[in-house]
């Protein structure tokens, strides 16, 4: 049976919640402030911790900062009656599972438990930490809370102590380069160089001098001695970007290079032996490619030892929001600029709009509207146009405004999410009340 810490100082409510909890199969233990839970958490295990925000000495987002400083993985779920995004954007931040406001639906409250618990196994994924020596890096990873995100990062974690070829894929835009170097931080190689190469950009000419390096006087413009990308990287990660866009000839170098661990600058007789971790990454279909014949079947295999899929941003809208946040504090850096946050009118569209340039384009946008912006929070009017007449995924206004379309509507949402409520929710860009409240007006089973 699993055990959830209430933490509430309403005595009635938490009675009331306590009891409710236990009728469904679960056992609950009931705190009424911080200092209480604290000592609660040091002597018990609990599968789930449930708090308020508001208690009398201090808030939720304090006792989750307690969980987390303790190294517990215990999913946190947070309860108030201050809906508030940028307060629910801070605690998904700081490791919050999900965030639920008073008063709620019974079964809205099963549901977010239910959530909470399932992502809890015997096998918990370790958070990725943080290292001072590549906090540059670190500086660009969000750790979503959706389940696409939370897979890439267990995918991520469980590749990174390997030294085995990676294999990256995803559509333009979607962080393929911040994934690799993801990894190259969470292996046994981080203290030594991850260099990154764009295939694209690599004219065909001198792609044996870019890869291998060269010797002074080898071939006309060859001034003075150069180190190949491969020399730079010894002893630490290789990423190269858009590798479907390498010629045959370069393919067939890098399987040699890669089977010898050997190299030969152009226009020297002596060769270099190299140890390098390689990651690659491709909007492509290399599969397809090889079919075709455009790439190599024995190198794909080499390169795909394990493959990596990076979701679209639209596979993870639950992640739209910490991206935004993200992106902001970036943009308010780069600009020294202080935008405290975002319209909901904005969220709303951000929510709606497809994203087809994926984090790239939500970035941009988002750098372009901090500079345009000359209050607080970021309004509709410093979006581009495509965003303020963007429509929903089912090419409706999201505003419930006729009742002809309302439930279909809400129906295609519960079988786009399997009936998670939640999630389905989050797709119309509604709160889960107005959800729950909707489906009780349309009777909907």
């Known amino acids: ?74 999913p946190v779920v947070l309860m108030t009656s201050y809906a508030e995004v940028s307060t629910a954007v801070q605690a998904m931040k700081q490791g919050a599972f999900d965030y639920i406001s008073k008063p709620f639906n019974p079964d809205e409250v099963l549901e977010v438990i239910s959530n909470a618990l399932e992502v809890k196994t015997d096998h918990t994924i370790e958070p990725i930490k943080k290292d001072n020596k590549n906090s540059s890096m670190n500086s660009n990873v969000v750790l979503g809370i959706s389940t696409t995100s939370k897979n890439l990062h ?79 990287a010894n002893g630490g990660t290789l990423f190269l970007d858009e590798v479907g866009n390498l010629n045959y000839e370069s393919q067939v170098q890098l399987l040699r290079a890669l089977q010898e661990r050997k190299i030969k600058p152009v226009g020297s007789s002596k060769e270099i032996t190299v140890d390098i971790r390689l990651i690659t990454a491709t909007n492509e279909d290399l599969s397809l490619a090889v079919e075709k014949g455009n790439f190599r079947e024995d190198l794909y295999h080499r390169l795909n030892e394990f493959s990596i899929k990076v979701p679209s941003l639209k596979e993870r809208k639950d992640d739209l929001i910490l991206y935004a946040d993200f992106f902001l504090e970036k ?69 419930f405004s006729t009742k002809e379309n309302e439930k279909q509507l809400i129906i295609r949402a519960l079988h786009e999410t399997d009936n998670n409520k939640t999630k389905a929710a989050k797709l119309l860009s509604i709160t889960r009340k107005t959800l729950y409240n909707k489906i009780k007006e349309h009777n909907i089973n």
């Open 1 to 74: 049976m699993k055990k959830i810490l209430l933490v509430e100082d309403d005595v009635t409510f938490s009675n009331m919640l306590k009891h409710f909890l236990e009728r469904h199969q679960y056992t609950v233990e009931v705190s009424y402030t911080i200092k209480n839970a604290s000592v609660l958490l040091k002597k018990h295990s609990y599968n789930l911790i449930f708090t308020d925000l508001r208690l009398p000495d201090g808030n939720g987002i304090d006792l989750l900062k307690l969980s987390k400083d303790n190294n517990s993985n215990i």
């Open 154 to 232: 267990e995918h991520i974690y469980l590749v990174a102590p390997t030294d085995m070829s990676v294999l990256i894929t995803g559509e333009s835009g979607t962080g393929k380069e911040v994934v690799a170097n993801t990894i190259h931080t969470q292996s046994m190689r981080k203290n030594k160089p991850f260099i990154a190469v764009d295939c694209g950009a690599i004219p065909k000419e001198i792609a044996s001098s870019e890869f291998f390096g060269h010797q002074k006087g080898s071939f006309t413009g060859a001034t003075n001695d150069k180190i190949g990308h491969f020399e730079a």
């Open 331 to 399: 943009a308010n850096e780069q600009l020294n600029k202080s935008i405290a946050g975002f319209s909901q009118e904005v969220l709303t569209l951000f929510q709606q709009y497809n994203w087809p340039g994926n984090l790239r384009e939500l970035s941009n946008v988002i750098k372009r509207a901090t500079l345009l912006c000359q209050t607080e929070i970021i309004q509709k009017e410093v979006l581009p146009e495509e965003l303020k007449t963007s429509e929903n995924q089912y090419g409706v206004s999201n505003e």
